[in-house]
């Protein structure tokens, strides 16, 4: 019965169409919103008192996919259809809605009419909105920022008849207020980000406030499908990652660094994850690693021993405590950001010769050329090339400028190759926020820079990076798992397979894993 209410209304499934498009609001396909469900103890969907919270609907599938197990599952005790429906869309369903459109479309998902009080509704509510709420909410604005999601002024103190994307859930102290009951379960797919008015596509993440304001509520199950940045921390995910990974309720974890897999035709750097949280049951988590279409299964702490972050792959682990066992210092202590020379990444050109390169603060910029002329004598590596400065405009740490030094792209590339390709930077050079930078010990040269290029180039080096990355933003914290080596000498896969005793299988997996660097 409860397909054939809804196969009638939805064929092809809307749902599905949406889900495939790529957007900046991520919609959840049925297939996955019924595998987060498939997460749940089932007996939920046979009690005529559990109650479902989705509190940051787009589609309203969660809704929509609850809607057709309780009406399979309520059969028994509540034999007549309507009273059946009447009761799960009255009694056990509830959204909040991120926008306007959403209500519409969330509500058109799940009571077969954009009006629940209207003559086409499944079942009739009073309001509009039935039990689907869309209340418009104005951020809340300190120093530029809202007090609750931290978006920027800038950005979104807007005009009336825009969305000001401050989500209802989020922009309150105290949740319980919203709705006054308790919950069974809360599901959902939350807004991952919102831009912070920074350069380009500068963005704070915001999907962790979602769950932070969902576990106030206290549910006995909850069950999100967010990024999975936070495996790593980074802005704005530090505290919320050590929440997560101490966390001993988390027992299941759906992990996809491929986020395609779950959002067909959509892009999401660092893959996606969902999880279950159960509120009266702790222990280890059943880890499923979905890697190039293969699912890995394990039960362990989401935490590993002397670790921070998240270890997505299980068979990295051993290989991981292998390194570890014979390192004592990591090459993350020898590395500086970007910005160590003062300098941001662009270069204005004003000219075929002249440009302006901005400062590291993006207040101001200093004059640089292409070539090499009597007033700009110091060479400066950006990305895809190289200008020239005047020596007096490097102010920052600008002894280091006749030293040698190695550059690593500041963009990585995930997936492949993991990091760019290395550089050498000769005395009387310096270089942007595009690398990363290492300052050579006093006395060494070429010899020495060129050995530790050597070790950025193994499969050892770049695995073991790849670990501590869900970013293209290859930031001097994504090597604090990489060891120190001895760069009096080159160093080569097969020296580092044999000084660390990895195996032939471990060895397998990471030539499987990272692709050769030319």
């Excluded at 104005?138 to 120093?143: A, F, G, L, S, T």
């Amino acid at each position: 019965m409860p397909n054939d209410l809804y196969a009638g209304l939805y064929n092809p499934d809307v749902l599905s169409c949406l889900a495939n498009l790529s957007n900046d609001e991520v919609f959840t396909p049925p297939e996955v919103a019924n595998a987060m469900l498939d997460l749940l103890p089932q007996e939920l969907f046979q009690s005529p008192d559990t109650k479902f919270l989705d509190p940051a609907c787009k589609s309203g599938v969660f809704l929509r996919e609850i809607a057709k197990r309780l009406i399979c599952g309520l059969e028994d005790k509540i034999p007549d259809l309507q009273k059946r429906l009447d009761h799960i869309f009255h009694e056990q369903l509830y959204g909040i809605a991120i926008t306007e459109l959403t209500s519409l479309l969330s509500r058109r998902s799940v009571y077969c009419s954009k009006y629940p009080n209207g003559a086409y509704s499944v079942s009739k509510f009073d309001s509009a909105e039935g039990n689907i709420r869309f209340h418009r909410i104005e951020h809340r604005w300190k120093d530029g920022r809202c007090a609750y999601c931290g978006a920027s002024q800038s950005q979104y103190d807007r005009d009336a008849s825009l969305e000001t994307h401050a989500y209802e859930f989020i922009h309150t102290t105290n949740p319980q207020e919203l709705w006054n009951m308790k919950f069974d379960v809360i599901i959902g797919n939350p807004p991952y980000q919102l831009s912070d008015g920074g350069h380009g596509a500068s963005a704070i993440p915001i999907y962790q406030l979602f769950v932070r304001q969902a576990k106030k509520l206290q549910p006995r199950f909850l069950t999100m499908v967010i990024p999975a940045r936070w495996y790593v921390g980074g802005r704005a995910l530090d505290d919320f990652r050590d929440e997560m990974l101490h966390d001993d309720h988390i027992r299941v974890l759906h992990d996809y660094p491929n986020a395609g897999e779950c959002f067909p035709g959509v892009e999401i750097k660092g893959g996606i994850c969902y999880f279950l949280r159960d509120r009266d049951n702790a222990g280890l988590c059943e880890v499923h690693s979905h890697i190039e279409g293969k699912e890995i299964t394990s039960t362990r702490s989401l935490l590993e021993d002397d670790m921070d972050t998240f270890i997505r792959n299980p068979f990295a682990i051993g290989i991981l405590k292998k390194v570890k066992e014979k390192s004592n210092s990591f090459l993350s202590s020898k590395l500086n950001a970007g910005r160590y020379f003062g300098f941001h990444t662009r270069v204005d050109w004003t000219t075929n010769n002249i440009g302006k390169l901005q400062t590291a603060d993006g207040q101001s910029t200093f004059p640089v050329t292409k070539e090499r002329d009597n007033k700009h004598q110091i060479k400066v590596y950006i990305a895809h090339g190289q200008c020239w400065i005047s020596q007096s405009d490097v102010v920052k740490n600008a002894a280091d400028i006749d030293k040698y030094k190695v550059l690593i792209p500041r963009s990585g590339n995930p997936g492949s190759t993991i990091l760019g390709k290395p550089k050498i930077s000769e005395p009387g050079s310096c270089s942007s926020n595009s690398f990363v930078v290492t300052i050579l010990p006093d006395g060494q040269g070429k010899e020495y820079a060129e050995n530790v290029i050597s070790y950025l180039k193994t499969k050892v080096l770049r695995f073991l990076v790849s670990i501590m990355t869900t970013t293209q933003d290859m930031a001097p914290k994504t090597y604090q798992l990489v060891p120190m080596q001895d760069f009096s000498k080159p160093w080569t896969d097969k020296e580092l397979y044999a000084k660390y005793g990895l195996t032939d299988e471990e060895i397998a997996f990471i030539e499987s894993m990272i692709k050769p660097m030319e």
